[in-house]
């Protein structure tokens, strides 16, 4: 009689097996859903025919993205968002690079403390970051009588801030999969540290350095909160022109802004995961 | 090719010594095996003449050089690591050709050198494949045609075998062995492996502690161990604690009086290998040894048996005997005789080494 109890004990679990993934499907489809639902509402929206958002609409068009082009305030938003997302993201890795090297390889006082510093501009909120760097450029304006205040300079620098967190955490993910005994191998042969680093150290982190890349462009082309603090007078990103717009109207244009400003994301996305398996890393 | 003098080499951090005071020599083209347990210090001593742990005091000479304290990638040395090691993003021709292109080799000398050392592995038909496109054996290969490309002073290999498979050990073992040997190659292996030292080596140097235990042939550690740790470690003994009452005769702690070989008077142990100890049920004439004992555990191993067979309250001995179609296969609880030569018996003289 054991084998008939036995078989039971086997089918429950097998069956139990079975629910547990139609629920994992299950939430996974609804979080799924939850993140996508509102990116097809704006896209759905962008087309809409009438000026005030009602439903059902009365019909499509594309009017709202030739408004886009037509619109100054977001055309060079759009270029002064992507200027400034490509040169905090170059400097941000140039810092951040150098400073996950040393935070995987050496073993110093305040390390831990040190790493812990580094990914804060992710945790402090944009509006206390902003308003910190507002006072602390005011600060140093009056003390140097230099023009920072709402210079080009000061709104890279903030821009950096918020991209050192990526690359730091996911060059040192990267560096922590490695297998640092690659790295002996080509001294063994005739590497010196630099030829090392060079040849060997960077192909094999270069996934964590290219989604490190596309996560602080992302994050820095997307910043409201902070750059609404730190931006000078007629220069204003993307984020920021998206605001002002909505201050005073709410048709269409701005769902067709955020579709472009996806499809721009989703490409970014899509040709880096062609090169590297993003998925890897992050 | 070169020699290698490692001497008086110490390495310590803070106060804990990695390796204490080692001196070994290398002739040119000998194959020699460091062998002991892990954190014995053999890795660390390899690593030391790879360049990648600088040592506390002594020096490293190769050939004609000081290598003491020249960075890795001066030295010349060829490295094979346990986990192969192999640049993951370049082909196997690409992982061969980097030792070349560090040296500016010539591209016709070149290419001429990878088809080469990758015969030489039998890998010739795979050179554009990425590492990860092979079998663990196959990557153990690259990395040795990638060692060994541009001839170096000397191999060292740590613990090159441990990620293959039984079966692959085997064969990678003897492969390794003859390829060394035609190429005169000056080498030093890293293993915990005693089977693998016993094949592969010309020389062996048993580590223990941080410090050399004894350096010899396959037969000086076998059959004259100069203590217990090498003893235990090269092959299986069984330890009978006692004392030497008198020149050639031995006291064990359970009582017995048996025959030994020489030796001081005093706190001894004596060590029989499993193998040199004859088995009959009856008493044996003619040997020195021939003590009554009751078999208390048999394992049927194939080729051959091996028994536990207690002599005394406090001693039981270890027996291996080959398995012939006349062997004697003794029962558990069985009366057996066993017997052995004074000459078999190992003696070390004080308590406990």
């Not at chain 2, 040119?28 to 210090?41: A, I, M, N, W």
């Not at chain 2, 021709?93 to 080469?116: T, W």
């Not at chain 2, 309250?313 to 558990?332: H, T």
Request: proline share 5%; hydrophobic share 45%; glycine share 8%.
């Amino acid at each position: 009689m054991t084998t008939i109890r036995e078989l039971t004990v086997i089918g429950r679990i097998a069956k139990s097996g079975r629910l547990g993934r139609i629920a994992l499907n299950g939430a996974a489809m609804v979080t799924l859903a939850y993140i996508l639902t509102p990116l097809v509402f704006v896209t759905w929206l962008a087309f809409f025919r009438q000026e005030i958002p009602s439903f059902p609409p009365e019909g499509y068009s594309l009017r709202w993205f030739q408004a886009i082009a037509g619109n100054d305030r977001f055309v060079s938003g759009f270029l002064l968002s992507l200027q400034l997302a490509v040169i905090a993201t170059s400097i941000g890795l140039c810092l951040g690079l150098p400073a996950a090297l040393c935070i995987s390889r050496s073993r110093f006082k305040g390390r831990e403390a040190l790493s812990s510093l580094l990914l804060l501009p992710l945790v402090v909120p944009g509006i206390v970051l902003g308003i910190a760097l507002y006072v602390f450029h005011v600060e140093v304006e009056l003390a140097t009588g230099l023009p920072i205040l709402g210079s080009l300079g000061g709104l890279i620098a903030g821009h950096v801030l918020i991209v050192i967190p990526w690359t730091v955490r996911l060059v040192t993910a990267s560096l922590a999969g490695l297998d640092r005994s690659i790295e002996e191998a080509a001294q063994s042969l005739g590497a010196n540290r630099f030829t090392t680093f060079r040849r060997v150290t960077l192909p094999a982190i270069r996934p964590g350095v290219v989604a490190a890349a596309l996560f602080g462009f992302v994050s820095s082309f997307g910043n409201l909160e902070m750059s609404l603090f730190i931006v000078g007078p007629g220069r204003t990103t993307l984020p920021i022109a998206i605001i002002q717009y909505l201050e005073w109207k709410i048709d269409p244009t701005i769902a067709a802004v955020s579709v472009l400003q996806i499809l721009l994301i989703a490409t970014a996305m899509l040709i880096t995961d062609r090169f590297v398996r993003i998925s890897r890393v992050v | 090719m070169a020699r290698l003098e490692i001497d008086r080499v110490t390495k310590r951090y803070g106060d804990v010594y990695a390796v204490r005071d080692v001196t070994l020599d290398v002739a040119d083209g000998e194959f020699v095996v460091l062998l002991g347990p892990s954190g014995c210090g053999k890795t660390t001593t390899l690593r030391v003449v790879a360049g990648f742990a600088e040592p506390t005091s002594g020096t490293v000479r190769l050939g004609e050089r000081d290598i003491t304290s020249l960075p890795p990638w001066k030295r010349n040395a060829g490295l094979v690591f346990q986990s192969y090691a192999l640049f993951p993003h370049l082909t196997v021709a690409q992982n061969v050709a980097f030792g070349l292109e560090m040296r500016k080799v010539e591209p016709a000398e070149m290419s001429r050198r990878i088809a080469d050392a990758l015969r030489l592995v039998r890998l010739e038909h795979l050179g554009e494949r990425l590492p990860r496109q092979l079998s663990g054996g196959q990557q153990q290969r690259v990395a040795l045609a990638r060692a060994l490309v541009f001839r170096p002073d000397v191999l060292l290999l740590d613990e090159p075998l441990s990620n293959l498979d039984a079966k692959l050990r085997q064969e990678v073992r003897v492969e390794i062995r003859e390829l060394q040997r035609k190429l005169e190659l000056t080498t030093v292996m890293v293993t915990h492996d005693q089977e693998e030292a016993l094949t592969m080596a010309d020389r062996l140097v048993v580590m223990n502690d941080g410090a050399v235990r004894q350096v010899g042939t396959q037969q000086d550690l076998y059959e004259r161990p100069t203590d217990r740790f090498v003893a235990g470690f090269v092959g299986r003994s069984t330890f009978i604690e006692g004392e030497i009452e008198a020149p050639g005769r031995f006291r064990s702690a359970g009582g017995l009086a048996l025959a030994c070989d020489g030796a001081l008077p005093g706190p001894a142990t004596l060590a029989l290998r499993p193998e040199r100890i004859a088995v009959a049920a009856t008493p044996q004439t003619g040997m020195d040894n021939s003590l009554p004992g009751v078999v208390e555990f048999v394992s049927y191993l194939g080729a051959t048996i091996d028994m536990h067979v207690r002599i005394s309250g406090k001693e039981r001995v270890i027996v291996q005997i080959p398995n012939r179609a006349d062997s004697l296969v003794p029962s558990v609880g069985g009366q057996v005789h066993v017997a052995w030569a004074a000459a078999n018996g190992i003696v070390f003289s004080g308590t406990d080494t």
